[in-house]
């Protein structure tokens, strides 16, 4: 079988786990809110729907491996060297520890809040180039394979924990509580839906103009003084495919396409935002908190009260001490298998590599901030009895730094692991 016939098996084996797993999520959610449903007999319902869902999103698991097993026979490599293959990768790990998880607890209502992280990650995947790439010299390594499958299996579990947290939170915030405390868990569990939505904003904004074929080009000029003091211009070219809000710094307009009477960018990227396509990540920065509030406000139109409100009540069957226990068992399995591949690993490549075991990277400094906070936790919970609301909300904020150190860094901060930032 040739290069290109496995890799097009790769590119369809991931489009029909996507679609497989969005419609075990939909089986999930008819296991869970079909128990209300006259003349249904809640258990059983649960039970049947439960095996129907888990066997679906099985099935999408198994057309995952596939996506992985013939992308890495086709580019030659272990395929997790740029965002779409590691968000990819990392999508195919939740799955696998939900898998996990679900076998040892049997939590059906756990495949609700699960499955729609693995299918935004994967569709936030799906926004970066999918065409195989070359291997820049500091990659060709054994400790790839180490490193990143490692990491990436760590955080998938700090995911599954994620969700469970949020779930217990859901379950427990008094939502129609009026005091100062009630109304400041109620805001964070808004704040957290806000950003699960400004990441499905971010991708609608995407596929949208992708798909109308939206096009801006800019001629940015890069001005560099070497040690000696001498000063170097290089002119670089910047597409854009999303309309530009914000302009590379120091940049004219070379073409741009109208959209909503938006003829030139309404801004320029500042000075101290580095790199030809800085100007380019701060504009999709702004475009996922746009896309983002216009989702959340649809919705908040739409069914007229807070969105975390909206779900509480579909968890009020679960106990929440289980949902508690679930979070730290996924994320006490994670935490050791994520300071392997995020750190220790990690050093001894950076060692081969770059000749450091540490250089304060960007992505270095995440990395251990995101080792801190889980250690932090892992202390909090065992030696100073933080459990039930305070663990989760830990857990909670917890991911989302993990969210920041995968996305943020690589579209806010450059530094030498950009080569897995945007195309």
Same mark, same amino acid.
């Given at each position: 079988m040739s290069t290109q016939d496995l890799l097009e098996i790769s590119k369809q084996a991931f489009m029909y786990s996507f679609f497989l797993y969005c419609i075990a999520f939909i089986a999930f959610a008819v296991a869970v809110i079909g128990k209300s449903w006259r003349n249904r007999d809640p258990v059983r319902h649960e039970r049947k729907w439960g095996r129907i869902s888990f066997f679906i999103s099985s099935v999408g698991l198994l057309g995952h491996l596939l996506y992985f097993g013939t992308r890495w026979a086709g580019a030659g490599r272990i395929p997790v060297s740029n965002m779409y293959e590691f968000m990819s990768f990392l999508s195919m790990m939740i799955m696998v520890a939900f898998t996990i998880v679900f076998l040892i607890y049997r939590k059906t209502l756990l495949g609700l809040f699960a499955l729609p992280i693995a299918v935004i990650v994967m569709a936030y @995947?799906?926004? #970066?180039?999918?065409?195989?790439?070359?291997? =820049?010299?500091?990659?060709?390594?054994?400790?790839?394979?180490?490193?990143?499958?490692?990491?990436?299996?760590?955080?998938? #579990?700090?995911?599954?924990?994620?969700?469970?947290?949020?779930? +217990?939170?859901?379950?427990? %915030?008094?939502?129609?509580?009026?005091d100062k405390v009630d109304r400041r868990q109620k805001w964070w569990v808004e704040f957290t839906m806000f950003s699960i939505i400004m990441v499905?904003?971010?991708?609608?904004?995407?596929?949208? #103009?992708?798909?109308?074929? +939206?096009?801006?080009?800019?001629?940015?000029?890069?001005?560099?003084?070497?040690?000696?003091?001498?000063?170097?211009?290089?002119?670089?070219?910047?597409?854009?495919? *999303?309309?530009?809000?914000?302009?590379? +710094?120091?940049?004219?307009?070379?073409?741009?396409?109208?959209?909503? $009477?938006?003829?030139?960018?309404? *801004?320029?990227?500042?000075?101290?935002?580095?790199?030809?396509?800085?100007?380019?990540?701060?504009?999709?920065?702004?475009?996922?908190?746009?896309? $983002?509030?216009?989702?959340?406000l649809l919705l908040r139109l739409l069914v007229r009260r807070p969105l975390g409100k909206l779900v509480s009540p579909l968890l009020k069957g679960l106990d929440p001490d289980d949902l508690d226990e679930i979070?730290?068992?996924?994320?006490?399995?994670?935490?050791?298998?994520?300071?392997?591949? @995020?750190?220790?690993?990690?050093? =001894?490549? @950076?060692?081969?590599?770059?000749?450091?075991?540490?250089?304060?990277d960007p992505k270095e400094v995440w990395a251990l901030i995101s080792w801190?906070?889980?250690?932090?936790?892992?202390?909090?919970?065992?030696?100073?009895?933080?459990?039930?609301?305070?663990?989760?909300? =830990?857990? %909670?904020? $917890? #991911?989302?730094? =993990?969210?920041?150190? *995968?996305? $943020?860094?690589? *579209?806010v901060i450059a530094g030498l692991h950009s080569y897995a930032g945007t195309n």
């Open positions: @995947a799906a926004v #970066f180039p999918a065409e195989v790439q070359p291997l =820049i010299p500091s990659l060709k390594s054994i400790w790839l394979y180490i490193h990143v499958t490692l990491a990436a299996t760590g955080e998938s #579990f700090f995911a599954v924990g994620f969700a469970a947290a949020f779930m +217990y939170l859901l379950r427990t %915030v008094n939502f129609d509580g009026k499905i904003g971010f991708i609608v904004a995407v596929f949208a #103009f992708r798909a109308s074929g +939206y096009q801006a080009v800019f001629t940015s000029q890069q001005i560099t003084t070497d040690t000696a003091g001498q000063t170097t211009t290089k002119e670089d070219k910047v597409e854009y495919n *999303l309309p530009p809000i914000v302009a590379p +710094y120091n940049s004219k307009v070379e073409s741009m396409q109208s959209f909503a $009477g938006l003829d030139q960018p309404l *801004l320029h990227a500042p000075s101290w935002v580095e790199g030809a396509t800085a100007g380019r990540k701060l504009n999709t920065i702004v475009w996922s908190i746009v896309g $983002g509030a216009i989702i959340y979070s730290y068992r996924a994320i006490a399995i994670g935490f050791p298998i994520f300071t392997l591949g @995020a750190l220790v690993f990690a050093m =001894i490549w @950076a060692q081969q590599a770059w000749g450091r075991f540490w250089g304060w801190l906070y889980y250690s932090a936790y892992l202390h909090l919970r065992l030696s100073r009895g933080f459990q039930g609301r305070k663990a989760s909300w =830990i857990a %909670v904020l $917890g #991911f989302l730094v =993990i969210m920041f150190t *995968l996305v $943020g860094v690589n *579209l």
